[in-house]
């Protein structure tokens, strides 16, 4: 059944990940993806690519050490959850750069992927109304839409002439396929500006294009099945439409009731048992 819209109340209380070694086999398996997503851009093994690839690394690992500090610096210990997600919008916020900018504007993106999407997510998100009310599961506004967009603006700001060159394979008029901090360098300000305003069209591009998309897909799915379970299927969820539940950790408290009995015998009441008693 599908699910659109927010979740119930109480199931927005509190989610912690059901399992954390599987989503950091996940985020591996998502990193050494992404290699060849920015790697494979230029469609052969050269130069450019090469330089996507380290890119990407730099960018990513930068992220993620940023985040990291901010969480010690705020929340006074490290996440892997945090890591996990500065690992995220550094590989975000590279892609469309990865082959047109330096390595030390790399590890400047890097950095600002991993504190700006970090602040709207830890306080923005949670002082603005309107973000209150989206039900963001798993933050894809931050670590994509905020990640996405800076990629965009800081590709307009850092895009340097020569590897333009190469990335586009021109001889002639790659002059004007320059960043903005290259167009102050050299006097060439109007093709920075020229460039940063194509960065922003095409971000609202974007994103007219996937509200228009996904509006028109939901609107097709809703003529065959719901868009949404109805309220009383909503308290119950997958049991209710399914039959059975996605995570029966405990099974139903039969591993529990389980353990009480196996003590039972052994001068262990059932009550120390569900207050997790050590037992010697």
């Known amino acids: 059944m599908s699910q659109v819209g927010p979740r119930e109340s109480k199931d927005r209380e509190r989610f912690p990940p059901n399992n954390i070694l599987l989503m950091l086999l996940g985020a591996g398996l998502l990193w050494m993806g992404w290699t060849g997503f920015n790697g494979g851009d230029p469609y052969m093994a050269s130069r450019d690519a ?31 959850i945090g890591a996990t997600q500065g690992m995220i919008t550094g590989l975000v916020c590279i892609t469309p750069a990865a082959g047109v900018v330096q390595g030390w504007a790399a590890m400047i993106m890097g950095i600002l992927s991993g504190s700006i999407p970090w602040y709207t997510m830890m306080v923005v998100h949670k002082q603005v109304s309107l973000l209150k009310e989206i039900d963001d599961t ?11 967009s800076l990629g965009g603006v800081l590709t307009g700001f850092f895009a ?11 001889t002639d008029g790659w002059q ?5 901090a290259y ?26 294009w996937n509200i228009v998309i996904t509006s028109l897909i939901c609107v097709a799915i809703r003529v065959v099945i719901p868009l949404r379970m109805s309220e009383e299927e909503l308290q119950f969820g997958d049991e209710e439409v399914h039959g059975e539940s996605a995570y029966a950790l405990w099974g139903d408290g039969e591993k529990l009731l389980e353990t009480s009995k196996l003590y039972s015998g052994h001068g262990f009441d059932e009550f120390s048992v569900k207050e997790g008693s050590n037992f010697r």
């Open 50 to 80: 090469s330089l996507a690839v380290l890119n990407t690394h730099v960018c990513a690992a930068m992220s993620l050490l940023t985040w990291l500090m901010l969480d010690i610096m705020f929340f006074e210990k490290p996440s892997v």
């Open 138 to 148: 798993m933050a894809v506004f931050h670590t994509h839409a905020v990640a996405g």
């Open 160 to 170: 340097e002439p020569r590897l333009n060159r190469i990335f586009f394979d021109i």
């Open 176 to 180: 004007h396929y320059i960043g903005l």
């Open 183 to 208: 167009g102050l360098k050299t006097g060439n300000v109007r093709a920075g500006l020229r460039q940063m305003g194509i960065q922003l069209l095409g971000i609202l591009f974007v994103v007219v």
